[in-house]
């Protein structure tokens, strides 16, 4: 049993290398699902890396380090399209939740009520993985496989969340729909980007969680959207339901997260533009 | 680098401290475990209620989710840390508003509200709400706390102590709450003897099961540690809080009858039992099948052999006939059904026991000390004289911590081992093993003539009451006593069942069953206002009992307060109604309670001590337990008008069963009426001994001066001798009779009144409900202490509202504070509060109890608001958003 705290990207790596330590970050989902009152095995603590942390703009990319943490993502200043991310990023559980949690640990948790999903999914967003073999990249879409599944191979660690500046246009918003206000795991939530031209949709980037196992991208209601009017417009059900397959769980019924999700939608969509 | 070699350094308040603690460790635990900071307390190991936040760099964290390697080199700030003078601002402010009940949650409110003030100096009430929505409160309702964050820049004065014989009525800060806004104060996990053992418990993984233990002496010694089980056990395996019915083992033998039961305890030193696994304990499983709802269950084989049907027992009032419902000129029918609701306080059952010469010594959280002595006594073979209970503080109750958990269990492992020993349940021990409220399925038909005058009412309700007894008797016979709300009702058959099942024991719940049954009452009240053309305030109005009136039990009634209530929400309701007519989706509803207080038909006495040492001190042994809602703070403010001192002379002692007589439990909203009796006939017994004493006059004045007791009367004086000291002790038990099988009879001699008034909206796409605003009118006969009373009210309209709206624990499932949800500081309307004064004939100084009347209104007037809203009738609580649009539809298609 060992806990590492290395302050390199490289010693991390060939530490993955070495073995298989359980990746550490903001520990806002490895100690509830524990019920010890220390973690068990080896851990590999990757928040003393500063490289992991942060936001920067580069490359015709936006990046944001995996350990960058919600309440960082709150203080950024970040294009309007990424005003969707920052609002789910207060609505993380809570404020102490958002001084410790991770995005690259939310994307890694692959919970299909993840809240930091859909908004990424909506501006085109890519993991980076790097190991000590090297790097890759794979669209967060293709990433997170489904409910707490993803791609990430052994020795490999989610680096960056890279947003290209194509997907920075527009604006966006966000909608949590929650049994309470704070603390809460989501019934549905929706983000929305829109690009628009004098009241006209020109492009839009939608994306549904908690209805379905991973949180999806709508893209033939995107392709509906364009060239309607951003105040009058609307949204074809048929097509939404056939992109979400909703369970019943302890929060809510199927049929209600169907209905609910075309409804937060429509609302999401009018709040994009002020 | 490693970090898990040498001790390390950790800076916590300023202060460079050694700590030897590995660095995956939770922060929370090392914390208290190594460097003795437990202001900083645990509710959940999740990040779920917030109760153990830190500052980390100065911002908010959840301690339990922060491992000590990430706190090393870093600036920390704990409770214990709060010295600056706006800390010290606020902390006086959370004293002045009463913004601590229990205390549990008071240290990561405090963290988290510096962290706001750092900012923000004057914050908004919403700034403040949002500061604190990762905090859990299960006592405040958040309103006494926001108030106290919003004013901390004032830092005013604190509330003056008033000057002798004027104590009742004056809004004085909680005489314990200074420890708990220091974070000092004693709660169950927070003291335990050096060397003590920890004790895990083994659970039941299955509803229903057969049990065999493998070699359990190789699988102890092999970890060195030690297990017992029920062969260990050296007296009677059996407890109940009903004696008669006491059905329930310390630990199961051979057969577990609900998910969590205990099977085996685990003891063993910190350090082994930090690394102990239980996943492997030689135990062979052979489930048996299960019924968890009431219908299952009166068609299972019997759990208790002698309940067949799985019927435990049925309580019936009636009074009338019933038939003549026939005859109203207006009916209405309909059913309610209620879910478990978890009880949800911050604190987890933790508790310590050690030996003290030959008596067994246990201090753990409860809510009835004498009751735990007594059965932990039975459990352990022991006299109750070598048992002794010292409760400590108890971060919430709410009546689950009425039943003995953890008290025979390390009870046990002390007496057996002889060491003192500990034991610290987690979220998931207390979820799962102890009592919830029984779910109800209830129908009701009402009926009034064609002036709306009531004319009368069936009631038929099935009580879960799960595997064990615990307090179902007393819900089964609470319900058909108080199902008529207060209202005239000539006519009238109530009938409740409470019905086994292998679903977790209901045990007592703020209410006893009475908030289930006031849902099923209320709601068709409403119904029947409009069938019979009524407003449904004034329908109420026009049923409402009045002095004289005769309850269905056949009891005449005196003090009675409840048309008060419902008068002193007229002008509100009138503006409500033009509030909802504002905007779509806008409801109003009301709804009354009454609640009778202390024990059904039961002895429920409590004995006061009262005395002057001979060193001069004035001293109250005070033995009803205070779990946040301030009988010690309460019940000395009537004993010192009785006696004609100053709150301010009083030396409290206890409640421990080994020093204070017995007040019996914390439940029933009994403390303030029965054991304030008892305080104030002590007052009176001792001011009338000090002034035969000295031969003064009824009129004279007792003060206490610096270690003399001075008598004065005009320009008399007169130094009492004080001897050894001068005491006495008074007894007080309600007076009351049994019901006879008709349910006729006096089952209790206070009731308490209330009515309130819900403004919400609905969002009517997506069923969504908030509520707005709430006006509560609660007669208490007398208030002795306004701030302790409105912080009752609204608690309890929080827990009304989650009963609701949110709250719904499906065994198996919702085992976490974060699939169970309980309301957040940002789901809490404004609450107003309007204290009712009219006394009661017997209650003391004309006080009646509060605690569990506040929240029996709140959840069927939200109910009935959402229906004025929307039109929807919810039938299934809590209404959830999918139920509340389902209902809406099923509303258009009626």
Request: net charge negative; hydrophobic share 45%; aromatic share 4%.
């Amino acid at each position: 049993m060992s806990y590492h705290r290395p302050d390199a990207l490289t010693d991390a790596l060939a530490l993955l290398a070495a073995g298989s330590p359980t990746i550490l970050a903001g520990g806002t989902d490895l100690y509830p699902a524990t019920s010890a009152q220390e973690l068990r095995g080896d851990i590999l603590d990757i928040t003393g890396i500063a490289a992991l942390r942060g936001i920067t703009d580069a490359a015709g990319e936006i990046r944001i380090g995996a350990a960058t943490r919600w309440s960082d993502l709150v203080a950024a200043d970040l294009p309007d399209a990424f005003d969707a991310l920052k609002l789910s990023a207060r609505e993380v559980g809570s404020v102490q939740i958002q001084n410790a949690g991770t995005l690259g640990g939310n994307i890694c948790n692959a919970s299909p009520a993840a809240d930091g999903v859909p908004p990424l999914l909506i501006l085109d967003a890519a993991v980076e993985l790097v190991s000590a073999a090297g790097h890759r990249r794979l669209p967060l879409a293709e990433f997170i496989t489904g409910n707490r599944a993803t791609r990430l191979k052994p020795g490999e660690i989610v680096s960056a969340v890279l947003v290209p500046k194509a997907a920075t246009a527009g604006r966006s918003h966000f909608l949590k729909l929650g049994a309470r206000k704070y603390l809460v795991i989501s019934i549905a939530m929706v983000a929305a980007r829109l690009e628009e031209d004098a009241g006209v949709i020109r492009s839009a980037a939608l994306s549904i969680g908690s209805c379905s196992a991973v949180a999806v991208r709508l893209p033939a209601v995107e392709r509906a959207l364009i060239g309607q009017s951003v105040a009058d417009f609307d949204i074809p059900a048929d097509l939404v339901g056939q992109a979400l397959s909703p369970i019943d769980d302890i929060r809510a019924d199927a049929h209600y997260r169907a209905e609910a999700a075309v409804e937060l939608l429509t609302r999401t969509i009018k709040g994009v533009v002020p | 680098m490693s970090l898990d070699a040498a001790p390390s350094i950790i800076t916590v308040n300023g202060t460079a401290l050694e700590i030897r603690a590995n660095p995956g460790r939770r922060l929370s635990d090392a914390l208290r475990e190594e460097l003795g900071l437990r202001g900083t307390k645990v509710g959940c190991d999740a990040g779920d209620c917030g109760a153990c936040t830190v500052l980390l760099d100065g911002a908010p964290v959840c301690a339990c989710l922060t491992p000590v390697g990430q706190a090393l080199g870093r600036s920390l700030q704990t409770v214990e840390g709060l010295g600056a003078a706006a800390e010290l601002s606020l902390k006086r402010a959370f004293a002045r508003f009463g913004a601590a009940q229990c205390g549990i949650c008071t240290p990561g409110m405090l963290m988290s509200a510096v962290a706001l003030l750092r900012h923000v100096a004057k914050p908004t009430r919403a700034q403040a709400e949002d500061a604190i929505g990762g905090v859990l409160c299960r006592c405040t309702g958040y309103t006494k706390i926001i108030d106290a964050i919003c004013d901390a820049w004032r830092d005013a004065e604190p509330v003056a102590m008033p000057p002798a014989g004027q104590s009742i009525g004056a809004a004085i800060e909680r005489l314990d709450g200074v420890a708990k806004i220091d974070g000092t104060e004693v709660f169950g996990a927070d003291y335990w003897p050096q060397d003590a053992l920890r004790v895990v418990v083994l659970r039941s993984p299955h509803w229903h099961a057969d049990f065999e233990f493998g070699d359990v002496a190789a699988w102890a010694e092999a970890r060195a540690v030690q297990v017992f089980t029920a062969k260990d056990i050296p007296g009677k395996n059996c407890f109940g809080v009903i004696p008669p019915l006491a059905d329930q083992p310390a630990l199961a033998e051979a057969v577990a009858r609900f998910r969590g039961e205990a099977v085996a305890l685990v003891a063993g030193d910190a350090a082994v039992m930090r690394d102990l696994d239980l996943e492997g304990f030689p135990v062979v499983w052979t489930p048996r099948a299960h019924a968890l709802s009431v219908d299952e269950g009166k068609a299972a084989a019997p759990i208790h052999a002698a309940r067949p049907g799985n019927l435990l027992i049925t309580g019936r009032v009636t009074c009338g006939d019933v038939a003549a419902l026939d005859g109203a000129a207006h009916h209405v029918t309909g059913g309610v059904e209620t879910a478990y609701v978890e009880h949800a306080y911050i604190e987890p059952e933790a508790g310590a026991a050690w030996m003290d010469g030959d008596v067994l010594v246990i201090q753990a959280c409860t809510q009835a000390p004498v009751m735990d002595r007594d059965d932990t006594a039975v459990v352990l073979g022991l006299p109750s004289a070598r048992v002794r209970i010292v409760p400590s503080a108890a971060g919430g109750g709410f009546g689950s911590k009425l039943d003995v958990s953890l008290q025979p269990l390390i009870g046990l492992v002390t007496l057996l081992t002889g060491r003192p020993c500990r034991m610290v349940y987690s979220r998931r021990d207390s979820m799962v093993s102890t009592t919830k409220r029984h779910p109800g399925q209830m129908t009701a038909t009402i009926g009034c003539d064609a002036a709306g005058k009531l004319v009368g009412m069936r009631f038929d309700g099935d009580f879960n009451t799960g595997a064990y007894a615990s307090w179902g008797p007393t819900v089964a016979n609470r319900v058909p006593v108080h199902a008529s709300g207060p209202y005239l009702m000539p006519n009238y058959l109530a009938e409740a069942r409470a019905i086994h099942t292998n679903g977790p024991v209901s045990g007592a719940f703020r209410g006893f069953g009475v908030p289930q049954a006031a849902i099923c009452q209320e709601t068709l009240f409403d119904e029947l206002a409009q069938k019979a053309g009524l407003d449904r305030l004034e329908f109420r109005l026009h049923n409402a009992l009045r002095d004289g009136d005769v309850t269905p039990t056949g009891q005449a009634l005196h003090g009675v307060g409840i048309a008060d209530c419902l008068e002193a929400l007229r002008p509100h309701w009138a503006d409500a109604q033009e509030w909802a007519a504002q905007a779509d989706g806008r409801g109003i509803g009301i709804a009354s309670c009454w609640y009778g207080c202390g024990n059904t038909s039961l002895p429920n006495p409590s004995t006061i001590r009262l005395g002057i040492t001979g060193a001069g001190q004035l001293v109250l042994h005070q033995g009803a337990t205070d779990i946040g809602q301030g009988a010690n703070t309460v019940v000395t403010q009537i004993c010192a008008d009785a006696l004609g001192a100053r709150v301010s002379d009083f030396e409290l002692i206890g409640p421990d069963t080994g020093l204070t007589p017995d007040c019996g439990k914390t439940s029933a909203s009994r403390q303030t009426y029965v054991t304030g009796k008892a305080a104030e006939l002590a007052g009176l017994a001792l001011r009338a001994e000090v002034l035969r004493r000295t031969n003064m006059g009824e009129d004279a004045a007792i003060c206490f001066e610096d270690g003399a007791v001075v008598i004065r009367r005009g320009a008399q004086s007169e130094r009492l001798d004080l001897g050894d000291g001068i005491w006495v002790e008074e007894t007080y038990d309600p007076p009351t009779t049994a019901l006879d099988e008709n349910g006729q009879g006096t089952p209790y001699a206070v009731y308490g009144y209330g009515a309130q008034l819900v403004k919400l909206e609905v969002d009517l796409a997506l069923g969504k409900v908030r509520v707005d605003h709430i006006v509560a009118a609660h007669d208490v006969g007398r208030a002795i202490n306004p701030v302790l009373a409105t912080g009752q009210i609204e608690g309890g309209i929080a827990q009304g509202l989650g009963l609701a709206l949110m709250e719904e624990y499906v065994p198996g499932r919702t085992e976490n504070l974060h699939d169970y949800l309980i309301p957040t500081s940002g789901d809490m309307p404004r609450i107003d509060s309007i204290l009712i004064e009219k006394p009661d004939p017997v209650g003391p100084f004309g006080a009646k109890g509060l605690g569990e009347h506040v929240l029996i209104p709140t959840a069927p007037a939200i109910l009935n608001a959402i229906r004025h809203a929307t039109g929807a009738r919810v039938t299934r609580l809590p209404a959830l958003p999918h139920r509340v649009l389902a209902a809406m539809k099923a509303a258009r298609h009626d």
